[in-house]
């Protein structure tokens, strides 16, 4: 069977979903997304997701044609069209059609469309052993060229930063910001524990703010762990005891190799591990 998107309000087969070669999302990057997950067959952390999109949206003056309740229910038939219980969701608006020039007024429309399909960001054994990263030569866009705080189309220095770490041999790469502080990953947040206390940048340091990074911060909080946000120096990424990511693709990712440096142990940590457990407890909890 062929899979369904949902695109302007009507599901259609992968092969005849299409985006016009004039969509200003296609010629400029003009336009937003969100990477969602379904669990169970429910939404996972729905309102936080459309909260960020229209957020985004909001930020750069493109006017969502539908409301939050309308997507929510348009991502739940996607996925029953295409018999998924459990698959990742990507949800993407664009500025629409317009013509070649950058300028938005021109665009006739906005466009929507929903992609529900299956996703793993890393084999099984990342999860159980870790993964090296190095830090990246690439680094976040500065705030007064565009926030990083806005989930938009152009993640053309975060591809670069990924070139950078395939080319070095490992999965992901840090991405500093332009005062030489950690700020995220590629597609992820990241996380360090030190003497117990799990910390993670602000979202002044030029991060998203990622939906599940909250999550971990809840669950912190929950289960008496220590937690904060900080700024972060590359200096605190090689003296950590602990390091993991978190992303909507990928979960929980222990980090045990930064730049060729082990961190701790060289094992994924006791305070990660139990985060890592507590956000599946979540999930499922989070399904009921």
């Not at 750069?60 to 539908?66: A, V």
């Not at 991502?75 to 459990?86: G, M, R, V, Y």
């Not at 206390?197 to 971990?216: A, W």
Request: glycine share 8%.
């Amino acid at each position: 069977m062929s899979l369904k998107v949902w695109i302007d309000g009507r599901l259609m087969d992968k092969a005849d979903a299409k985006v016009s070669v004039y969509d200003h999302g296609l010629l400029y990057g003009d336009g937003v997304f969100e990477g969602i997950r379904l669990y169970h067959g429910k939404v996972f952390e729905a309102d936080a997701h459309l909260r960020r999109l229209f957020d985004s949206a909001k930020s750069i003056r493109l006017t969502i044609p539908f409301a939050p309740e309308q997507l929510k229910s348009a991502i739940q038939e996607t996925a029953k069209a295409n018999n998924f219980a459990d698959c990742y969701v990507r949800l993407v608006v664009t500025r629409g059609v317009g013509y070649l020039g950058l300028n938005p007024n021109k665009c006739s429309s906005p466009s929507v469309f929903i992609i529900t399909d299956t996703i793993e960001m890393y084999p099984k054994e990342v999860y159980e052993k870790g993964m090296a990263v190095i830090t990246s030569s690439y680094i976040r866009n500065h705030p007064g060229a565009m926030s990083a705080r806005v989930k938009s189309l152009n993640y053309l220095n975060s591809i670069l930063a990924k070139i950078e770490a395939a080319d070095a041999g490992v999965p992901e790469a840090i991405m500093l910001n332009h005062l030489g502080n950690v700020a995220e990953c590629t597609a992820d947040n990241l996380f360090v524990v030190k003497f117990g206390k799990v910390l993670t940048p602000t979202i002044t340091d030029g991060i998203l703010e990622g939906v599940t990074r909250q999550v971990i911060l809840d669950l912190c909080r929950n289960l008496a762990i220590p937690c904060g946000e900080h700024t972060l120096q590359r200096h605190d990424l090689y003296i950590a005891d602990e390091c993991f990511l978190t992303g909507t693709g990928a979960e929980v990712v222990p980090v045990t190799k930064i730049d060729g440096r082990q961190v701790g142990s060289g094992q994924p940590g006791k305070i990660t591990r139990r985060l890592i457990d507590a956000f599946r407890t979540y999930i499922r909890e989070s399904a009921k």
